[in-house]
């Protein structure tokens, strides 16, 4: 078996609070993935010509005969130059970094600069309790597809909140034949009984115990949901003592505000994760640079128990041969150049720019909406998530929004068992991360006079009603 390599010792840098339990488990439920593993997963194993590629890489004093790499001086480019919103300009000139840029990734892990840093930044995050590895991979959507064909047969179940991530539903879960058992939530998070009376609900039927519970537990796509600590904690104890997975995809983790007067707190005080309490080695962490740096380099890392990043890896150099080598490059040459300060300062930004657009949906929508729906102040992410109040659906009015010319996402896309016309739903998803400042209130604006608009039909129906009962009772 390929080894992935011993974790890094991280420089003396002091950890952010972030809420670390005070205590840890004296007992725990180690995870035998063997049981967990899919007919691919058991069957998965590394690739034997990348093995050696990778066996061999910057190896000394060996003729490199063995891999198809162009070589590093047929490259067009010999240097990059960066040039930041900060003022900042990174100059990238040294001979092995240009190359790695534009060569196939040939180290198992990732680009080893980028990989030392996810590394230590994962441990000063979160400081995993148990024994945890880091992979370098296309960003989230693509390890949670890697990860659900290592560990899900078709006709498998998976755990997941009621309204989820609508992508991971259509392009994975239906497609590859699995089954979501939706688990109810509230603002904050998913609701410990429900979870516990899915899964004891299920096991009753005689098929397979769910084993994968798929979570977004902070700015929750769709929801918005900040899942609690005590929530946290009780999950992880059900999924621990009936030995379920726990894949927290956590895009919006450094997106975390407050709507009042405190400060953008950065990095610090961000809250306890799953990965943070993971004693038994069941949590598969997904972490992403799509959404605090650069969506479009399709970058992130994952993090989990050594015997299951083995399999991720080498589903993911059968995949794509590993993430794109110019992008990491780039990405690691930009976090060097800011330092600690410097991602400090940017996710502050980060935070401040998301809580500005936040403040402007909820005043607008405080002002434009109460009639006509209920939610919850954002705290996290980009979304806000309506309950309507006078709609049974909110597919009913979506061809009002347009012709009003506002564009939401109604809320039965992104319910767990995917889009079904005959089921009724009353919710509709608002991002706040795309429009302009300006367009912000307009688009609110929008949206409450549909639903002004709407509410008056049903009076005037209700209206004609009412007369038509009372007409026909003094007749009799």
Known sequence: MVQLGKSQKMASAARSEVGRPTKRAKHNHNVDFSKHFSVEGRSRQYPSLRKIICQFSGADNVVPMHGGLPPSDSFPLSS?????????????????????????CTTV???????????????????????????????????????????????????????????????????????????????????????????????ATG????????????????????TALERKQKIYQICSEHDIVIIEDDPYYYLQYSLGTAEAQGLDGLGQTYLSMDIDGRVVRLDSFSKFLLPGMRLGWVTAHPDMLQKICFALHASTMGPCSYTQVMIHEVLEAWG?????????????????????????????????????????????????????????????????KVVVVPGTIAHCGGP?????????????????????????????????????????????????????????
Request: one cysteine or more; hydrophobic letters at 35%.
């Open 80 to 104: 990059m130059l960066l040039r930041l919103r900060n003022g900042q300009s990174v100059d990238i000139v040294d001979d092995k970094k240009v190359a790695s840029a534009q060569q196939y």
């Open 420 to 476: 079904d016309p005959g089921r009724r739903c009353p919710f509709v998803r608002l991002s706040y991360a795309t429009a302009s400042i300006e367009e912000l209130p307009v688009g609110i604006n929008r949206l409450g006079d549909v639903l002004r608009k709407v509410s008056q039909k049903q009076s005037h129906v209700q209206e004609e009603a009412d007369t038509k009962i009372t007409t026909a009772t003094t007749m009799y």
């Open 207 to 226: 098929r397979r115990s769910p084993h994968v519970l798929y979570t977004v537990p902070t700015g929750q796509n769709p929801t918005g949901m900040v």
């Open 340 to 404: 600690n300060e410097g991602l400090q300062t940017h996710v502050k930004k980060m935070q401040t720019e998301y809580k500005k657009r936040a403040a402007i949906v909820q005043e607008a929508a405080e002002k434009q909406l109460s009639k006509y729906a209920e939610w919850t102040a954002p705290r996290a992410g980009m979304f806000l998530w309506l309950k309507l109040t006078q709609v049974d659906d909110s597919m009913d009015i979506f061809e009002e929004l347009k012709a009003a």
């Open 109 to 203: 892990q990732g680009y080893p600069a980028l990989h030392t840093w996810c590394e230590g930044h994962m441990k000063a995050m979160h400081s995993p309790p148990g024994q945890h590895e880091v992979l370098l991979s296309n960003g989230s959507n693509h390890t949670f597809e890697m990860v659900c064909e290592l560990l899900l047969d078709r006709g498998d179940y998976i755990l997941t909140e009621e309204y989820t991530y609508p992508s991971v539903i259509e392009s994975v879960i239906i497609p590859k034949g699995y089954n979501a058992l939706g688990v109810k939530l509230d603002q904050d998070g998913i609701l410990p009984d429900s979870l516990l009376e899915v899964v004891m609900a299920h096991k």
